[in-house]
């Protein structure tokens, strides 16, 4: 029996190489950076100032508190050397804010701080004050030539307003991986309302979209199965010679019953299908069918959560499963065996930063409707008993990079 470990770095040496794209900034958005980009400005660009008010020197500074001449405004994206060729001299500088400082600038006094506490042009009286407050510095964000963002780093709102402040307009990203959702079983219909007595609706199939999507993956087909093994395999030949995907990932249909199409369809295609040692998810196969790989999740409908968040999210981002250390908040006895056990919970952090863990629902693999407000799954070693407080490892779901 394998551990989650090596089943993931199984999966990955079936992966292809993973390909690069280079896209305009705007249509980057949740991609993710396939290089490393250094910074070829200074940020702040200049030295600039963080409030409205008056701009001194270190010779005005240590004249304060007194009434000074006012000199010409310095509006925001205004060059200070056409308004003070020399530097500031005897006036003080009238500045707003993001504007960029006079030559000889050490200090900015807020202008509701002076009298009048609003803008003047002929005199104002200026309290004593510190030199370097309200002076934002050239490079104190980052330095030209220093690391920006790393390679592996999400593209989220903050990353794209970081580079485009860098006035960079084309990144080079990992390719989002493309995978061919695969559901069904003869028991499963189409959830449109008319279901048999014996029949289940397909919930795996929704579910794994969304779960795509939350990681960055595409999903450029879905196939829906019966027990017809050979009309299967010709729906997934077909879907593969049309889309070429990174990957199929198929749900159910890979135990020991006597039709499980997954396991037969792909039983001569390099295939291994065994147990690893977790609950739920402890079914699991791998196969490779046209050159592509074929990650075969069980079919119950938490097992295929739990297996998608370990082994297929992080796997095809080439990313860390991404787990992190949380504080139990109720007493956990793990199993008698040798597996771990991945609760639904929910995490929360407290006021000194320290995550916290509440399993909810069951767990059973069946139990979808109480898993409905997880937040993260909770990992419980086997063999161990957690007392409230004990530290488990969480390994958040929504956004899964």
């Avoid at 530097?87 to 002076?114: F, H, N, Q, W, Y």
């Avoid at 767990?363 to 161990?384: D, P, Y």
Wanted: glycine share 10%; charged share 15%.
């Amino acid at each position: 029996m394998l551990t989650p470990q090596e089943h993931a770095e199984a999966i990955l040496r079936r992966l292809p190489p993973r390909a690069t794209v280079t896209l305009p900034l705007l249509d980057a958005a949740n991609y993710t950076l396939a290089t490393n980009l250094t910074a070829p400005f200074d940020s702040p660009r200049f030295d600039n100032s963080q409030m409205d008010g008056y701009a001194l020197s270190s010779a005005q500074q240590q004249r304060t508190p007194g009434v000074f001449t006012v000199g010409p405004t310095v509006a925001a994206g205004a060059d200070p050397d056409e308004l003070y060729p020399e530097g500031l001299g005897d006036s003080v500088a009238p500045i707003m804010t993001g504007a960029k400082l006079p030559r000889g600038t050490t200090t900015i006094v807020p202008v509701e701080e002076c009298q009048p506490d609003t803008f003047t042009d002929d005199e104002v009286h200026i309290p004593s004050v510190p030199q370097q407050q309200y002076v934002r510095k050239a490079g104190s964000d980052s330095a030209a030539g220093s690391l920006l963002l790393q390679a592996g780093t999400r593209l989220d709102a903050l990353a794209i307003a970081a580079l485009a402040s860098q006035s960079i307009t084309t990144v080079t990203v990992w390719q989002r991986p493309r995978v061919i959702i695969c559901t069904g079983g003869a028991e499963i219909s189409h959830g449109d309302g008319n279901e048999g007595v014996a029949s289940i609706p397909d919930a795996n199939g929704p579910m794994l979209h969304q779960l795509c999507r939350s990681a960055g993956i595409e999903a450029v087909d879905h196939i829906r199965t019966d027990d017809n093994v050979e009309r299967f395999v010709e729906d997934v030949a077909r879907g593969v010679d049309k889309h070429q995907p990174d990957a199929v990932i198929t749900s159910g249909g890979i135990s020991h019953g006597r039709y499980e199409v997954v396991r037969l369809a792909f039983a001569e295609h390099d295939a291994w299908f065994g147990h690893v040692a977790q609950q739920p998810g402890g079914p699991q196969g791998l196969a490779t069918f046209r050159g592509t790989p074929v990650i075969c999740l069980p079919g119950n409908p938490i097992s295929t959560l739990v297996s998608f968040r370990l082994f297929v999210a992080p796997t095809l981002n080439r990313c860390d499963v991404g787990a992190y250390t949380a504080r139990l908040t109720h007493a956990v006895t793990g199993l008698p065996d040798l597996r771990d056990q991945f609760l639904r919970g929910t995490y929360a952090v407290d006021a000194e930063g320290v995550l916290h863990a509440t399993p909810i629902g069951g767990a059973g693999s069946h139990l979808l409707q109480q898993a409905v407000g997880a937040t993260c799954l909770i990992r419980i070693t086997a063999r161990t008993h957690y007392h409230p407080g004990a530290a488990v490892q969480i390994y958040p779901l929504g956004e899964l990079l």
